[in-house]
């Protein structure tokens, strides 16, 4: 997974949330680039998720590597709110 944050801040937001929103038993089994939070890799050995600032994600251009993988693009999702 390919993510991007324009900041420092956001960058430790998607992290963080990538992390509190799996079960609490599901550690990462290698973490690197959370001190800097230019480029954070999260290694779940099935699922390697990255979060880069987009300067640094332009630059690396993953994408370009990985051309022939499969692509998904997912976009955020609205929460509903009930109907008063």
Known sequence: MI??????TQVKAIIDAI????EPET???HVE???SLRWVLLDYVD???HVFQRQ???F???????????TEIVEEEEEETPNE
């Open 3 to 8: 993510a991007t944050g324009n900041s420092d």
């Open 19 to 22: 992390r509190d929103g799996l």
């Open 27 to 29: 550690k990462p089994w």
């Open 33 to 35: 680039g959370y001190e």
């Open 47 to 49: 699922v390697v998720v």
């Open 56 to 58: 640094v994600r332009d």
């Open 60 to 70: 690396y251009d993953l994408e370009r590597l990985w051309a022939d993988a499969e």
